[in-house]
């Protein structure tokens, strides 16, 4: 799933250890490493149910020592995700490399024990205050609604049973149920959280989301050639204000936030935020079979797939890939090809209807969307839609 800024997350459930001679520790490492890889060069949120580790799974000493051996110092920072007898040597790894944790923008040790928090005082002093701005703790499932979509996670039964027992235990009985206001009706000039139908009522009847159209005009005015461009952050106070700006109607200027990076994360912001993807769940699955069709057919069964949208979901996509299209031809400056656009907004574009985006999902959604960046021009050429 994605934080509130639009990060991706990895989540590490100590409970899912098995027992430590049952476990082929090899294919640990090369698992970890396969999953790392599709995010860590960019911004990243780390996720540590910390519940469930025993004496029993904790891997080996001379294990830990391979880890560190296999890990090249591309991954230096990224293993917080291990268990919680690695804490001490990863926050010392982490202070002699700071550069490597740059991308790692959050760290939340969820069910905490007192000797992690003894750990971390101990190593406090050594570790940048920056870095330790990065660390939070939290007691409780429910705090995690904070920071991030909560319903994205894949929890294992076993944590929230023990996240149920620790509030029983603190209150002598389960929490009341709280009742829940009923939602406020959206404003006339909601952008964020609504269908495009919505928007496009409230706009004269205009196909492009007022929010898009502003963002990518002012990126291909000024940030074509940014490096890293869609793959950084930016402060999280600030998206919410500029999105409370859009959602009242009232006009933004990014020049007043001198940083490129707010309007693209916006834009992520906005598809992500949409009721039903772009790409709509009914062609979830189609996606999804991307993979299993002739590397030949894919860009026909691209175009297939896309001619089937909606008239106003073809309309915001087509502008849309068209502009990550004109930033994929600057490539040789930003960094960010086809390929690499696709990481960030696959997950922005589709998603199920139900549940979470699995891992083994992400491959067919990934190369789809690089596909219809890569063949933007084949793929739309052939279809026009009334008020494009």
Same mark, same amino acid.
């Given at each position: 799933?994605?934080?509130?800024?639009?990060?991706?997350?990895?989540?590490?459930?100590?409970?899912?250890?098995?027992?430590?001679?049952?476990?082929?520790?090899?294919?640990?490492?090369?698992? @970890? $490493?396969?999953?790392?890889?599709? #995010?860590? +060069?960019? %911004?990243?949120?780390? !996720?540590?149910?910390?519940?469930? &580790?025993? /004496?029993?799974?904790?891997?080996? @000493? $001379?294990?830990?020592?391979?880890? #560190?051996? +296999?890990? %090249?110092?591309?991954? !230096?920072?990224?293993?917080?995700? &291990?268990? /919680?007898?690695?804490?001490?040597? @990863?926050?010392?790894?982490?202070?002699?490399?700071?550069?490597?944790?740059?991308?790692?923008?959050?760290?939340?040790?969820?069910?905490?024990?007192?000797?992690?928090?003894? @750990?971390?005082?101990?190593?406090?002093?050594?570790?940048?205050?920056?870095?330790?701005?990065?660390?939070?703790?939290?007691?409780?499932?429910?705090?995690?609604?904070?920071?991030?979509?909560?319903?994205?996670?894949?929890?294992?039964?076993?944590?929230?049973?023990?996240?149920?027992?620790?509030?029983?235990?603190?209150?002598?009985?389960?929490?009341?149920?709280?009742?829940?206001?009923?939602?406020?009706?959206?404003?006339?000039?909601?952008?964020?959280?609504?269908?495009?139908?919505?928007?496009?009522?409230?706009?004269?009847?205009?196909?492009?989301?007022?929010?898009?159209?502003?963002?990518?005009?002012?990126?291909?005015?000024?940030?074509?050639?940014?490096?890293?461009?869609?793959?950084?952050?930016?402060?999280?106070?600030?998206?919410?204000?500029?999105?409370?700006?859009?959602?009242?109607?009232?006009?933004?200027?990014?020049?007043?936030?001198?940083?490129?990076?707010?309007?693209?994360?916006?834009?992520?912001?906005?598809?992500?935020?949409?009721?039903?993807?772009?790409?709509?769940?009914?062609?979830?699955?189609?996606?999804?079979?991307?993979?299993?069709?002739?590397?030949?057919?894919?860009?026909?069964?691209?175009?297939?797939?896309?001619?089937?949208?909606?008239?106003?979901?073809?309309?915001?996509?087509?502008?849309?890939?068209?502009?990550?299209?004109?930033?994929?031809?600057?490539?040789?400056?930003?960094?960010?090809?086809?390929?690499?656009?696709?990481?960030?907004?696959?997950?922005?574009?589709?998603?199920?209807?139900?549940?979470?985006?699995?891992?083994?999902?992400?491959?067919?959604?990934?190369?789809?969307?690089?596909?219809?960046?890569?063949?933007?021009?084949?793929?739309?050429?052939?279809?026009?839609?009334?008020?494009?």
């Amino acid at each position: 799933g994605d934080d509130n800024s639009g990060r991706k997350v990895i989540t590490f459930s100590c409970c899912r250890m098995p027992p430590s001679h049952q476990l082929n520790h090899t294919r640990l490492l090369e698992y @970890l $490493k396969y999953t790392l890889d599709q #995010y860590v +060069e960019n %911004d990243y949120t780390v !996720v540590y149910f910390h519940y469930g &580790l025993k /004496s029993l799974n904790k891997p080996s @000493l $001379k294990w830990l020592q391979t880890a #560190y051996k +296999e890990f %090249d110092r591309k991954y !230096v920072s990224k293993i917080f995700v &291990l268990p /919680s007898m690695l804490f001490k040597g @990863l926050l010392t790894i982490s202070f002699s490399f700071p550069r490597y944790k740059k991308n790692l923008k959050a760290l939340y040790v969820v069910h905490p024990t007192n000797f992690i928090k003894i @750990l971390w005082n101990i190593f406090k002093p050594l570790i940048s205050h920056k870095f330790g701005k990065k660390i939070t703790y939290l007691n409780y499932l429910s705090d995690l609604r904070e920071h991030l979509k909560y319903d994205q996670l894949n929890i294992p039964q076993e944590v929230i049973r023990h996240d149920e027992n620790l509030r029983r235990k603190q209150k002598g009985k389960l929490p009341p149920v709280v009742k829940v206001p009923p939602p406020r009706p959206p404003l006339p000039t909601q952008q964020f959280g609504v269908s495009l139908q919505y928007i496009k009522d409230k706009n004269k009847g205009e196909l492009i989301p007022p929010v898009m159209k502003e963002t990518v005009s002012y990126l291909k005015r000024k940030g074509l050639q940014v490096e890293g461009l869609f793959r950084r952050s930016a402060s999280i106070q600030t998206i919410k204000d500029v999105q409370k700006l859009y959602n009242q109607g009232k006009s933004v200027n990014f020049d007043d936030y001198h940083d490129i990076h707010i309007p693209a994360v916006i834009l992520k912001t906005f598809l992500r935020e949409l009721p039903q993807p772009l790409l709509t769940f009914e062609c979830y699955d189609h996606i999804l079979g991307i993979t299993s069709v002739e590397s030949s057919l894919r860009v026909t069964r691209c175009k297939q797939i896309v001619q089937a949208l909606p008239e106003h979901n073809y309309v915001v996509l087509k502008y849309l890939i068209c502009f990550l299209h004109m930033v994929s031809q600057e490539s040789i400056y930003n960094r960010m090809t086809a390929s690499s656009l696709a990481c960030v907004f696959g997950l922005n574009l589709i998603w199920p209807s139900k549940g979470t985006t699995s891992l083994s999902a992400l491959v067919p959604l990934n190369l789809f969307t690089e596909l219809l960046i890569d063949f933007y021009t084949n793929i739309f050429n052939s279809r026009t839609v009334p008020g494009e």
